[in-house]
């Protein structure tokens, strides 16, 4: 026998889960709770939290079910991937709660838990779920995963965020453990990436003892960010993708058509290259300069 009325209406907007709790409170009595256990129309996820039998397990069902037992909010990469922005749901899920003790009521699979309460403008509920807004998303993921500034660069990329509101995530956490990383990055992402990146990279060159190299040096209608003439090698440096712009693209495909035809070899770093995998970047350039010329 299918529900009706509220509880139904709860099922449908959480996938099929629901807590003893709110069942008590849209009226039904512990007594109808074990009876739809019972008869196998609600099947036990974890103590106090079940799942109507005609929704299938899923993902979704897992991290409802997590936020509710920690009765905590969701966030990190578990509030990226309930948000959209990343396309897998990485484990361990990741949970935010003021009271760490409830953890003990969690056996399905790893939760990585923090005691954290956060700032009211932070947290909202999609799809019936407590989770960290986009902007706090963006700057919780940026602090704690590996690749935080690529997804930062992203979620910039596409709109989802804006530099003034992760601004604001920023000030509000002031002091918070972690955040330093993050903060260091929303800054980078305020300013000319692109600048900084091209610092950064003469600063690679000197410390590796690099010579030979020319910064803006006149190609045609353009001028290459660093080359060393004599060899025909140019390295391009790229910012945050974010701030590119359309007819900025156009010019740099026309410029690397131009050192393909002129038979000069090239490479092209990001930001993130250069700060994530500097040796490498430097091992790439060294290969070229003591290869032989085309």
């Known amino acids: 026998m299918g529900e009706t009325g509220a509880i139904a209406e709860l099922l449908a907007e959480r996938d099929g889960v629901i807590t003893t709790a709110e069942a008590l409170r849209l009226g039904l009595t512990r007594r109808q709770v074990q009876g739809r256990l019972?008869?196998?129309?609600?099947?036990?996820v974890v103590t106090g939290i079940h799942r109507s039998?005609?929704?299938?397990?899923?993902?979704?069902?897992?991290?409802?079910?997590?936020?509710?037992?920690?009765?905590?909010?969701?966030?990190?990469?578990?509030?990226?991937?309930?948000?959209?922005?990343?396309?897998?749901?990485?484990?361990?899920?990741?949970v935010s709660a003021f009271d760490r003790t409830r953890g003990a009521r969690w056996p399905l699979g790893p939760v990585d838990?923090?005691?954290?309460?956060?700032?009211?403008?932070?947290?909202t509920l999609v799809r019936g779920l407590p989770v960290t807004t986009l902007p706090a998303t963006a700057v919780f993921?940026?602090?704690?995963m590996k690749d935080g500034s690529q997804f930062l660069d992203r979620v910039l990329q596409i709109g989802a965020v804006s530099v003034d509101e992760l601004g604001d995530v920023i000030d509000r956490t002031s002091g918070w453990k972690g955040?330093?990383?993050a903060r260091r990055l929303v800054a980078v992402a305020a300013e000319d990436s692109e600048s900084e990146a091209e610092r950064i990279f003469v600063r690679l060159l000197r410390d590796a003892g690099i010579t030979g190299w020319v910064q803006q040096f006149?190609?045609?209608?353009?001028?290459?960010?660093?080359?060393?003439?004599?060899?025909?090698?140019?390295?391009?440096?790229?910012?945050?993708?974010?701030?590119?712009?359309?007819?900025?693209?156009?010019?740099?495909?026309a410029k690397y058509n131009a050192l393909d035809d002129a038979r000069w070899r090239k490479k092209v770093y990001t930001w993130h290259q250069l700060v994530d995998s500097p040796g490498g970047v430097i091992d790439?350039?060294?290969?070229?300069?003591?290869?032989?010329?085309?």
Not at 141 to 144: G, Q
Not at 223 to 242: H, K, N, S, T, Y
Not at 284 to 294: A, I, Q, Y
């Open 53 to 94: 039998a005609s929704h299938p397990l899923t993902e979704a069902v897992l991290v409802r079910a997590a936020v509710a037992a920690h009765r905590g909010v969701a966030d990190r990469t578990t509030a990226a991937w309930w948000h959209g922005l990343l396309d897998d749901l990485a484990y361990p899920l990741t």
């Open 38 to 44: 019972d008869r196998g129309e609600w099947c036990p």
């Open 218 to 253: 006149p190609f045609g209608p353009w001028r290459l960010d660093f080359a060393w003439p004599e060899r025909q090698f140019a390295v391009e440096i790229d910012g945050w993708a974010f701030h590119h712009q359309q007819p900025r693209f156009r010019s740099d495909r």
């Open 179 to 181: 955040m330093a990383a």
């Open 113 to 123: 838990l923090l005691r954290r309460r956060y700032h009211e403008d932070d947290v």
């Open 284 to 294: 790439e350039v060294l290969g070229v300069l003591n290869s032989e010329p085309r």
């Open 141 to 144: 993921c940026a602090a704690s």
